[in-house]
């Protein structure tokens, strides 16, 4: 009995902070991260209270184990799209961990996929010297990158023509944006990385509120990288508001993990690619980059 009331109590505090939107501070930030484990262990919680009679419990348990998974089920089936009928646009991102990804496969993966933007978080100064003679250049010649020492670093590769601007307000990691020109259609493309919620949940809500929302009447916006939030967290979900589209959502994998590369802890999915909504989403996929923490997201895109 008192086994089962303390994990009822655990699992209530969390289900209730991920259905009121509250991310609270680093330790509620982290476990909210695990919200679609906890939906998961509370059904079963709830399913072994009422087995063994503890009909308070298990009743109270499952309705809120089942409101939970209301919340998290829509992610799981593909969205209408946009009428979009504007060039096409491949966008990747990935976090070299620490610059100790292995820069062949990322170049590998740009030339497989065609990839025309390229977001690399974590960027090194000595990555950035091995990418060149990978050749990534050769297929992203323009870029803006601003690689630091550690995991601080990031940067922009590009197939076309990159102007940098400076659309992310301030943050302790490098958030490198630009304007890249498209055949003619101007898109603008941010490196996104703020500080874990983990490290500092405060720092985290201000720089992902610096971030830059959606103009409607002005270029195409495109936010890449590691966000370190997920869907869960009402910070994340406060810039899903302001009208942005993720592509995971978007195409119905909204439950596909991208960190970490192992089972542990358990994975969730901080990395995304979120569209202006006048972009379409005609694919999304994450893919393996061995020796990174981190698997690479892309999105492939029609514009407006």
């Given amino acids: ?16 902070l991920r259905l009121i939107g509250v991310d609270g501070n680093r330790l509620t930030a982290a476990l909210l991260a695990l919200t679609p484990y906890c939906a998961v262990g509370g059904l079963l919680l709830g399913g072994v ?35 979009a009928h504007g060039g096409k646009l491949r966008v990747m991102s990935s976090n070299q961990y620490l610059g100790r990804a ?83 259609t101007s898109v603008e493309v941010v490196a996104v990385h703020p500080i874990p919620p ?35 967290h009402a910070t994340f979900r406060d810039l899903l508001g302001g009208g942005y589209t993720d592509a995971a959502l978007s195409r119905g994998e909204g439950f596909t993990p991208t960190w970490p590369s192992s089972f542990f802890p358990p994975p969730v999915t901080i990395d995304h690619v979120l569209v202006d909504p006048r972009v379409a989403v005609d694919s999304y996929r994450v893919l393996d980059v061995p020796d990174s923490d981190h698997h690479a997201v892309i999105a492939e895109l029609t514009l407006p």
Avoid: C
């Fill in 198 to 232: 983990t490290t500092d949940a405060g720092e985290w809500k201000k720089e992902m509120a610096g971030l830059p929302r959606p103009d409607s009447s002005g270029p195409v916006r495109i936010l890449a990288g590691d966000f370190n939030s997920t869907v869960d």
């Fill in 102 to 184: 292995d820069v062949q496969s990322v170049v590998r993966l740009v030339r497989e996929n065609q990839v025309d933007v390229l977001n690399l978080l974590e960027l090194t100064p000595r990555e950035v010297t091995e990418l060149a003679r990978a050749g990534l250049f050769e297929a992203l010649p323009y870029r803006v990158f601003k690689p630091q020492y550690g995991g601080a670093g990031s940067g922009i590769a590009s197939r076309y023509p990159l102007t940098e601007l400076s659309l992310a307000g301030p943050s302790l990691m490098e958030q490198p944006s630009a304007r890249v020109d498209v055949d003619g």
């Fill in 1 to 16: 009995m008192i086994v089962l009331l303390v994990l009822a109590v655990a699992f209530l505090e969390v289900a209730t």
């Fill in 49 to 83: 209270s009422l087995a063994l009679r503890h009909w308070w419990i298990g009743g109270v348990v499952l309705v809120v184990a089942l409101a939970l998974v209301g919340v998290l089920l829509p992610r799981a089936f593909a969205a209408a799209q946009p009428p």
